[in-house]
């Protein structure tokens, strides 16, 4: 509400209000001190937005008073961060024009201020918390894809596709995980143990559990690691390391003079392997997976030689079935083959 002399000056920029003629759409009115008389200033449907070189952002209303008088109010909006109640003003009691009486005032508040309140349309909004984590976010994304494809392709000298794609085991068994881990418990380990449990040979493999369980539960949950987390999904990586490394033994075992005083590339089954410069990768890869290899021999041992921990770790996870049959065929197989062909485990 706005002062003068002899008149009140009503304004509500949000809601019409009732006011002389008005049915209820008034947005500003005048009334005077005696409550004798009151002049409807402007309607809510009238309200336009103009600009002034001297006022700045203003609001004008206009409307038919029931005097039959034309009146108009022009609002003046002024931005003040430290206004957290606005304070309206009349600046004047109307100045009397051929067809128009125009009343000024002013409105003081912050939310006449730019992109404040939370609201408001208009232009220059900037970039919300929300944009600017949805942005650095697809960018991390694109790095890792296109710096994990490079680093595969170009380094490792993988092929460009499948192989190439960062931590593909990882994504293919991630599906598996969430719909299996029925638990928040589950889950949390399994995505602890996954950088070396699906993991390449030699990227990081974690170091297996002990060789002499403590329990049931832990020898369980060592056999469900290997089996439903690890030779799952990469039971066709482990046909081809089974031989692959087999022959690198072989190949290792009758050249490792040469190995040792040259590096270079070297040629073994009709195709090139390590040269200097990832030859001790090689051997780090060999290491992890002789590791792996050992782990594998423990469970393997373990479902064979007790079968009731076989029928408990299938009564708990009996969508392993098929898993743990090839799994023991797998093993079994490599361990007749693999050791009449080359002489090592």
Not at 83 to 112: N, W
Not at 192 to 219: R, V, Y
């Given at each position: 509400?706005?002062?003068?002399?002899?008149?009140?000056?009503?304004?509500?920029?949000?809601?019409?209000?009732?006011?002389?003629?008005?049915?209820?759409?008034?947005?500003?009115?005048?009334?005077?001190?005696?409550?004798?008389?009151?002049?409807?200033?402007?309607?809510?449907?009238?309200?336009?937005?103009?600009?002034?070189?001297?006022?700045?952002?203003?609001?004008?209303?206009?409307?038919?008073?029931?005097?039959?008088?034309?009146?108009?109010?022009?609002?003046?909006?002024?931005?003040?961060?430290?206004?957290?109640?606005?304070?309206?003003?009349?600046?004047?009691?109307?100045?009397?024009?051929?067809?128009?009486?125009?009343?000024?005032?002013?409105?003081?508040?912050?939310?006449?201020?730019?992109q404040s309140g939370g609201g408001g349309g208009g232009g220059g909004g900037g970039l919300s918390g929300g944009d600017i984590l949805l942005i650095v976010f697809f960018c991390l994304v694109f790095v890792y894809v296109a710096g994990g494809l490079a680093f595969n392709a170009l380094v490792r000298k993988l092929p460009v596709y499948p192989d190439s794609v960062p931590n593909r085991e990882f994504w293919l068994a991630l599906p598996f995980l969430v719909r299996t881990a029925a638990m928040p418990?589950?889950?949390?380990?399994?995505?602890?143990?996954?950088?070396?449990?699906?993991?390449?040979?030699?990227?990081?493999?974690?170091?297996?559990?002990?060789?002499?369980?403590?329990?049931?539960?832990?020898?369980?949950?060592?056999?469900?690691?290997?089996?439903?987390?690890?030779?799952?999904?990469?039971?066709?990586?482990?046909?081809?390391?089974?031989?692959?490394?087999?022959?690198?033994?072989?190949?290792?075992?009758?050249?490792?003079?040469?190995?040792?005083?040259?590096?270079?590339?070297?040629?073994?089954?009709?195709?090139?392997?390590?040269?200097?410069?990832?030859?001790?990768?090689?051997?780090?890869?060999?290491?992890?997976?002789?590791?792996?290899?050992?782990?594998?021999?423990?469970?393997?041992?373990?479902?064979?030689?007790?079968?009731?921990?076989?029928?408990?770790?299938?009564?708990?996870?009996?969508?392993?079935?098929?898993?743990?049959?090839?799994?023991?065929?797998?093993?079994?197989?490599?361990?007749?083959?693999?050791?009449?062909?080359?002489?090592?485990?």
């Open positions: 509400m706005g002062l003068s002399s002899r008149y009140n000056y009503l304004y509500n920029p949000c809601t019409g209000q009732r006011c002389d003629s008005s049915q209820g759409d008034a947005a500003s009115c005048q009334r005077s001190t005696d409550r004798r008389y009151e002049y409807l200033l402007g309607t809510q449907s009238t309200a336009q937005f103009s600009t002034e070189p001297q006022a700045g952002l203003q609001l004008t209303y206009s409307a038919l008073s029931g005097d039959g008088k034309r009146r108009s109010a022009q609002v003046q909006l002024v931005c003040d961060q430290s206004a957290s109640v606005p304070k309206f003003e009349a600046l004047d009691d109307g100045s009397v024009g051929p067809q128009l009486i125009v009343y000024k005032m002013r409105l003081t508040s912050k939310h006449c201020c730019e418990g589950p889950l949390l380990l399994a995505l602890l143990m996954l950088p070396g449990a699906l993991g390449q040979p030699g990227n990081g493999t974690a170091a297996p559990p002990s060789a002499t369980p403590s329990s049931n539960q832990s020898i369980l949950l060592e056999a469900y690691q290997v089996v439903a987390l690890n030779f799952q999904y990469r039971r066709h990586e482990w046909a081809f390391a089974s031989v692959k490394y087999s022959g690198f033994l072989q190949f290792f075992a009758n050249n490792w003079r040469l190995v040792a005083r040259f590096g270079g590339t070297f040629q073994y089954d009709g195709s090139s392997y390590y040269s200097r410069w990832n030859w001790e990768e090689a051997l780090d890869n060999l290491v992890a997976y002789l590791e792996d290899l050992e782990l594998y021999h423990r469970v393997y041992r373990h479902l064979t030689v007790r079968p009731r921990l076989r029928a408990e770790l299938l009564h708990r996870h009996p969508q392993l079935q098929p898993v743990v049959d090839e799994f023991l065929e797998f093993m079994a197989k490599r361990d007749s083959a693999g050791q009449q062909a080359t002489g090592y485990p």
